[in-house]
Every structure is written in C-alpha cells, then in structure tokens.
C-alpha cells in the first residue's frame, strides 16, 4: 500500500512538469503513456492550485517487482510528507482507476479530503495539514477482507516522525478502543472492547503461536467475551510483535472453558484471562465440570509463545467427589486413576504441567483426602472412613486409610498403585475379614497383618500373601482363591463345623444371600470310609442361599448341609459312617461334633466287631448323644424269625456313654450294647434267638448278651429249638443261663464261669421236647430231668410218664425184632402175640409208649460221650431194664437191656392157676437179654430170642412133668386170687 502511493505521488509530480504551461485553460488528453505507464481520459487544470482527474491510470507490475518489499516508518513519514508537499500544488486529485495487475485503486485527495478504494480497503478522511503536523480524521477505514473498520483520528508529528491513532474498531459484532502509536518503526497499540465478543481468533492475524496456545487463545474457552485490554508493540521492519510488551485482560461471564479437547467444558460463573510476561492466567469463579465443584481451580500457560518452553499447567482443586466427573478430565490426559467416588467427604487437588512438545514429559501431582466415602477401585468397592492419597506421575500412594468393603473386610490399608501397569503393592493391616451368609460364616478373621498386591486390569484382583488367598471382585462376583486352609482355617466356622483343615477353597459370592463355593480337601479326620478304605480326601461344590449351606462331592456320595439354628447334616451314600475311634475305651470323653446324618447303603461301624450294614438311616449327634433310625442290613445278631436269620431290621436308637440303645419301630425288639462292657441285653417278642454252644468257650467271642424273650424260641446250634412263652437268658464267654418257660414247661439251665452246670427241666412236653431234641421222639406226656456237673461232665436223671417214644430207630429195630421173632420160633404164642399187637396200642411198629421210666445218666462235653447207667420203663408192651452208652463223635452205641415182653399174654395166663406156672414159669413173664451195638444209623442187635424160644416147649414139659407140686400151688394160688378177689 505504502509503495502504490509512493508512486503514485511520483507519477502526478512527472505529469505536472510535463504539463505545466497549458494548466490555466485546462488541458485534456484522451490517453498517452511511457515508459511503464499509460493514462486515459487526463485532464489537468489550475484554478488558484491544480486540479487532477484521471479515469485510468495502468501501471505495470514489473515496476513494482523492481522495488524493494520493505517498508520503514521512515518511508510512511515520507509519503506522508510527500502527500503535504502534493497539496501545497494541488487543489484536488481524483483518479478513477488505477489498474496495477489485478488490482484497481480510486483515489481522491485534496486539501479537506483523502478517499481511497480498492479491493482490500476502503478509507475515507478529512485532512488538516499544518506546518509539522498533519491531522487526519477518519470517517472510516474498512479492511473489506477481515471486515475491520477503524474510526478516529491521527497525528502525524513529522518533526518527531510520529503517528498517532485515537479512535474507534469495529469488527464483526466487536467493538472498542483503539489506541496507537508508530515511532522508531514500532507499532504500539492499546485496544479493549466495548461490548461482548464470542472469540478472540481475530488476534491470529497479529499474533501466531504454537498450536496449543493458541487453542487455548482461541478454541478452548466459549462465552461472551469482554477485553478490558490488549497493549502490545510490534517491530515493523521485523513484523513481529514484541512479546514481552503484550499484556491484556478479558473477562467473560458464564463462561466454558476446555481443558483438554477430549474432555467436556468446564462452567465458569466469572472468567478472567490476564496474559502478562509471556503468561496466560485463567482465573475462574466457582467453576463446575457437570456438576462438580471445581472452586478454586485455575489453569495457566507459561512461556506461551515458546514451542520449546511452552507449559499448560492446570490446577484442579475440588470438594466434589471423585467421580466420573473428575476422572473424565485426568483421562484427558491419559490418567487412569483407578479409584471412583459415589458419596462422603474429598478434598482434592490435582497439579498438571502439560509441556507442549510431545517429547517432553507431563508432570501429574495429586492429593486426595477423604473421610467417610464410598469408593470403588474398578468392581472392588470399599468404604474408606480416613484416606491420604497422593498422585505423582502415574504412581498412586494411598495411605492413613481405614477402609471396609461391605461385611467382607475392614482393613488399614497402605497402597501403591501404579497406573501404567493397572497393578498395586502395599500392607494391610486386616481387622475383619469376613465371607458368610447371614450369620453362617466361612472367614472370620480378625487382627491379621499382611502384605498385599492388587491387579486392576480387568477386575480388581486383591493377592492376600499372609493368607495366601486371592479375591479377584468381578462385576457380578467376588471370586475367593484361598490356595492353603491351614490359613484360613482358624478363622472359619464352616471348616470347623465340617472338619476341613487342609486343602484348597475356591468361593464365588454373588451377594450375601447367594454363594458358590468348591473345596479341595486332604488330610481329613472324617468317621468315614468307603469300600474298607478311610476317606482323608474329598472334592466337593458348595453353596449358600440364604441360612442354607449345601455342599456336595463331585460324584454326591457325600452331602453336608449347614442350617442356622440347626445341627449340620451330612448325608452319605455308599460311604460308611466310622465312630470306632469315638467309641473306643481311651475315647470317651471324645467329644462327638453335634450333627445329623442321614445314611444310604452304608455300614455304620461302632468297631472292629460290631458292622452294622444300613440300606438307610438318620442319625442325630447332640452334645455327645447319638440318636438314629434307620434300616439295618447285613445283621449279626443272633436272632431270627420265620426260621430265618434276621438281617434286616428298621430300628431307632441312641448312643451315649458308649452305650448304644435300639428298637425297632413295633417295639418287638429292644436292645442295649454296653460297649465297655462287650453286653448286649435285648428285650424279644417273635423274634428267636439264635443260641450256638460252642459261644460257651469261644474265647474271641467276648460279647454277652442278656436276653428277655416273649413268645420267642432258643435256636440252638441252628437246628434244635427251645420254645417258650417267655424266657430269660444270658450267654458270655463260659457262662449261660436260661430260664425257660413254655405252657406248663419250665427248663432251667446254668453254667457258670466255674465250670459249674446245672439243668432242670420239668413237665417238658412232647411239643417242647421234640422240638428241642430236633426230632419228632416223643409223644404225649411229660420228661423231667435234673442233672449238675462241673468241668464238662454232668450227672442226672430223666424221669418219663406217659409217653410214646416215635422214630427212634434202634427202638423201632428192637420192636420189629421182637414181635416178629415169636412168630417164627414158637407157634404157641402167635395168637397171643397177634392179640396183644393188635389192641395194645403200647406195643406196636408205630412206638413204645412208656407208662413211667427213669434213665440214670452222665455225659461228658468234652468227650460227646453218654452214659446211661440205668435205663428202666414200664410199659404196655415191653419193660425195659439196662444201660447204654453212646459216643457221639463216632455215633457208636453200647447198649444191654433186660427186656419183659409179651405182657399182655403173661396177663391172660398169668391168671389161670397151675398153667400160669406151666407157661410162664416161677417169674411169671417172659423176658429177654438184648445186647445192642454198631451205631446210631445202623445198629446191631443180639438177642436170646432164639434160644429161649427153642427151650419154652421143653421148658414147660419139665415144669409139667417133674414139678407137680408147684403146679398145684399155682392153681392154690390162683384159687385164693379168686377168693380175695371175691
């Protein structure tokens, strides 16, 4: 600009020397040119001074190329100057056009008036010229690109080369002062506002700095703008401002202002922006981000201008909570500071220097503290009633604190976060830590210092190194790694309550209310075991709803529940339940957990001996009593029913003391094992007891048993029985004793530990007896026997009355024998022999019924061996008289009998006088020795039956012929039977 006009006053002084005689009638010329110069439609006149108009004026560019691009103050004086001394000679000058390339100019300039027009400005002012000074007021200069347009007046001092503006800008919806001064080729200018503007960018045209700065300048504060000030100088020759001259002061009301362009905008009730020393300040007036309080918060650039020293530094202070709020800004500047408020106390302070080279690293100060407040560090939230944190860099250190997540754990917590890594190390000093529902705990510890490691990553991951046990606090879950229950296991009453010291335990808890858990356990002390092994291990998933804990092995053979305010249940299937180490003599004051139990297919082993086989069963364990019911298989009890052992029973019982106490569910059967004391006392009714005599001196059967009996039967040695209404009978080791009764039979048998014996049996009937005897030997009538003894051998005597012997072989042998043998040997006694077999229903193949008889005996245990000294009945067919004995190791018998017979016609004949004697002799009978040998199943007789039957004929000759005198007495004898039977 400042050359075009150079020029042109160059150009009208060669016109005017060219010109100048013709100037007084006006001289006009179409066009002409030279050199590098061309005008159209000139005309130039004098009236008092010249007058100058021009419609075009075209000047070649190449003339301005040749110039130097440079402007001094000492060129725009000189203009200026020239500009006087132009019209000291003329009265006006007016050019249309002035075409310089693309560019096209008006000028009008006389003594009141300068008016310039082009395609960049438009500027309009009165012009007062004295000697030194030239004055001109502006009504307008009008910058058409930038839209500026500058009112006011200037002072052009020429003897002190200085120009002065005092005026008025306005621009776009800007308006203000503007004050301004070039001398020694600075530009020195003041400027403020006289209303509100929306952005200061139009400052970029005179001040360009880095772009950080410059968005701070510029982009990242929102609102409307009051500039108090803007002083400055700029070095003309240089073109640059001097920029430690520039200073200013703007204000804006409800202001926004951005930190970091990707956080949101901070609101500001009162914006101050102060720019001084190459310092910009923002000072803001209770400022909010959302709606958190950031009072006291300010943010300012030093060395503004300077790429290389350029520094934000944003000073963040706030009572407001740590919330997404504050996060969001310290993200901005990639800060990840894990921990997030929801409510209590923090005062904050957080210090950034932001450096405007990337290479240069941001320097993050911070300090928190907070009192009573709901944190969370990702899913891990806590409550910290005290904290310090401090923030350097990218390392957070949490200190003072006393912080509780939910009823889980208390803790004073020492912590150091590194925010690059998402990890923390610190120490704790744990004062609860706690996993339970309700009232049902797993962790109860207390007063416990560890160190700790934290990986926040992903979740939180909380590494409790003392405990070894990790808790990884998911979105939906807190998940429980406890790698060793050593460590743990003091403080848990669900191990206590389930025995479970060693292992490993992992719980997930969804919420108080909702848990799920699997342990891993070894070394266990359970009372159980399966298939003869002792179980020391299991693997198992639990959970815990509410009161209820269930756990369960993985192939559900064992089953524990936890109930509040009831005992622990354990259920087992396929495992048996031990209590032998409890129910041991140096265990009783062993205390027993307090559970129940519920069994299926399991044995319940009270020891060594005593197995007891369950196809189900619930037991009951209270303060060292035992209760159960259930049904028992496999039994070993010696009782029986239907004639089979029984091995199964439905039974309810208790066990305390060491004594064990059953029943079944029709109390038909009560028992009592006094175990101390290897005694069973059992109360029967229709159940039989299973009685084996070699029980008597089975040393490694040392259990006794006392047992009342109702309608109950002795089984003895599995095929003989002893039946009863009622009985009372102990056996042990070298001791029984029965007390038997059965209708009008009563049998007593003792055997004490002596060696001392005694059986007394009296009124045994058929049905008793041959029930006892095994076999079916007796019929009708009634045996009594009493017998002692002592050392195996016992001596006694059976008494018989009435009774039919059935089903003894060697008897039915001897009777066969002799009621065929008179038949063959003596014709005479046929008929007799036939008679009696015929009507005496004592004398025939079906048995031998005995009036009355005695047997005399001993037997020896020991040895089996019987001796029967004295065997003697009466009876309707054949009297018996003699002894046997009988080995019952080799079934070998040895027996003499003296045998009467044929009683019936000894009766008959026995009544006739003088023939009784001819046929039966002075005995008046006949009779028999019988010797009987061989065994048991096939004995052998040897009879006088032959020979006696051979001599009868010659017998009763004798008496006839030779003994007359003794016949005669028998016919006196049977003449006075008839008397005194008259």
Do not use: C
């Amino acid at each position: 600009m400042l050359k075009l006009i150079k020029l042109i006053i160059i150009v009208l002084l060669v016109l005017f020397l060219g010109l100048g005689v013709s100037l007084f009638s006006g001289i006009k010329i179409d066009s002409f040119s030279f050199n590098n110069f061309s005008v159209s439609q000139f005309y130039l006149k004098y009236d008092k001074k010249l007058i100058l108009e021009i419609d075009e004026l075209k000047i070649n560019s190449k003339l301005l190329a040749s110039k130097e691009d440079k402007t001094s103050q000492t060129d725009i004086l000189n203009i200026l100057s020239n500009v006087k001394k132009v019209l000291s000679f003329f009265k006006k000058i007016d050019v249309e056009r002035i075409k310089i390339a693309d560019n096209e100019f008006t000028v009008t300039l006389n003594n009141k008036l300068l008016y310039l027009d082009n395609k960049d400005i438009n500027l309009s002012a009165d012009l007062d010229l004295s000697a030194s000074q030239i004055f001109l007021n502006f009504y307008s200069v009008y910058h058409k690109q930038s839209g500026l347009t500058l009112i006011g007046k200037s002072k052009l001092d020429l003897s002190k080369n200085i120009f002065n503006f005092f005026g008025t800008y306005y621009y776009e919806d800007i308006s203000g002062e503007i004050n301004a001064q070039v001398a020694n080729n600075i530009f020195d200018f003041y400027v403020n506002s006289k209303n509100s503007f929306k952005s200061m960018k139009f400052l970029k045209q005179l001040f360009r700095l880095d772009s950080v700065a410059e968005a701070w300048m510029y982009d990242n504060v929102e609102g409307d703008i009051n500039l108090e000030y803007l002083y400055g100088k700029i070095d003309i020759e240089k073109k640059q401002a001097i920029m430690d001259s520039i200073k200013g002061r703007a204000y804006i009301k409800d202001a926004k202002i951005r930190f970091n362009e990707k956080a949101k905008t901070v609101d500001t009730k009162f914006l101050t922006i102060n720019y001084k020393n190459d310092t910009l300040y923002f000072d803001l007036e209770n400022p909010t981000y959302n709606e958190s309080k950031l009072y006291g918060s300010k943010v300012y650039i030093t060395d503004l201008t300077s790429l290389q020293k350029g520094v934000v530094h944003v000073d963040l202070k706030s009572e407001s909570m740590l919330n997404d709020d504050i996060l969001g800004i310290l993200k901005a500047y990639e800060i990840n500071l894990p921990l997030k408020q929801s409510s209590g106390e923090l005062k904050s302070r957080v210090y950034l220097k932001v450096p405007y080279l990337a290479s240069r690293k941001m320097e993050v100060l911070g300090e928190f503290k907070l009192k009573d407040a709901l944190l969370r560090l990702n899913n891990f939230e806590f409550k910290a009633f005290e904290a310090d944190v401090e923030l350097k860099d990218n390392i957070v250190d949490i200190k003072n604190s006393r912080i509780k997540h939910k009823e889980m754990l208390e803790s004073n917590l020492s912590l150091v976060i590194d925010t690059n890594t998402s990890t923390a190390t610190g120490e704790a000093k744990i004062n609860s830590f706690k996993i339970q529902s309700d009232k049902e705990s797993i962790i109860d510890a207390k007063d416990i210092s560890t160190k700790l490691d934290v990986d926040f990553k992903e979740s939180a991951k909380i590494d409790i190194k003392d405990l070894e046990t990790k808790i990884d606090i998911k979105e939906k879950s807190v998940d429980i790694d406890i790698k060793d229950l050593k460590k743990i296991y003091p403080y848990s009453k669900l191990l206590d309550n389930t025995g479970i010291k060693e292992g490993d335990l992992e719980v997930k808890v969804f919420d108080e209310n909702n848990i799920e858990f699997t342990i891993n356990a070894k070394n266990l002390d359970y009372p159980f075991s399966k298939d003869g092994e002792k179980i020391d291990k299991l693997s198992a998933n639990g959970t815990i709803n509410n009161d209820l804990i269930l756990i369960k092995t993985n192939n559900n053979d064992i089953q524990i529940v936890l109930e509040k305010e009831k005992n622990p249940l354990i259920k087992l299937n396929n495992v048996d339940l031990d209590l032998s180490n409890n129910t041991k003599k140096d265990s009783k004051d062993k205390a027993l957990p307090n559970i129940d139990l519920q069994l299926k297919n399991s044995f319940l082993i009270l020891d060594d001996k005593h197995k007891y086989k369950t196809s189900w069963a619930n037991i009951y364990i209270k303060n060292k009593n035992v209760k159960f019911e259930g049904e028992a298989l496999y039994l070993d009890l010696p009782i029986s029913k239907n004639g089979k052992k029984v091995r199964s029973l439905e039974l309810n019982g208790d066990y305390k003391n060491r004594i064990v106490d059953l029943i079944t569910k029709d109390k038909k059967l009560k028992l009592k094992y006094e175990i101390d004391k290897e005694k069973i006392t059992m109360d029967l009714e229709d159940f039989d007891v299973i009685y084996n005599t070699n029980q008597e001196s089975d040393d490694s059967s040392k259990t006794s048993y006392y047992i009342n009996g109702k309608n109950s039967n002795i089984i003895i040695n599995e095929k003989y029985i002893a039946k009863a209404d009622n009985y009372n009978f102990i056996f042990e080791n070298y001791k029984t004793d029965i007390d038997l009764k059965y209708k009008d039979t009563t049998f007593v048998y003792h055997k004490d530990f002596e060696g001392v014996l005694s059986v007394d049996a009296k009124n045994m009937n058929d049905e008793f007896l041959n029930s006892i005897l095994g076999k079916n030997l007796v019929q009708g009538g009634t045996v009594n026997i009493s017998a002692s003894g002592k050392d195996g051998k016992i001596y006694g005597t059976a008494f018989l009355e009435k009774n039919k012997i059935l089903d003894l072989a060697i008897l039915n042998n001897l009777l066969i024998l002799i009621n065929t043998s008179p038949g063959i040997i003596n014709p005479f006694l046929v008929i007799p022999s036939v008679v009696g077999m015929a009507t005496n229903e004592g004398f025939n193949l079906n048995g031998y019924r005995v009036i009355e008889g005695r047997v005399d005996f001993s037997y020896d245990f020991n040895s089996k061996f019987l001796n029967m000294q004295k065997i003697t009945t009466k009876g309707n067919g054949i009297d018996f008289d003699g002894n046997a004995t009988i080995d019952f190791d080799s079934s070998k018998i040895d027996s003499k009998l003296h045998l009467v017979f044929l009683k019936d016609y000894s009766k008959i004949v026995g009544a006739i006088p003088v023939i009784n004697y001819v046929l039966l002799g002075d005995e008046k009978r006949v009779d028999t020795e019988v010797e009987i040998f061989g065994t048991l199943d096939d004995p052998k007789y040897k009879t006088n039956l032959v020979k006696d039957g051979v001599s009868a004929p010659v017998n009763f000759l004798k008496r006839v012929i030779t003994s007359p005198v003794k016949l005669i007495e028998t016919i006196g004898e049977g003449l006075s039977g008839d008397k005194k039977k008259e």
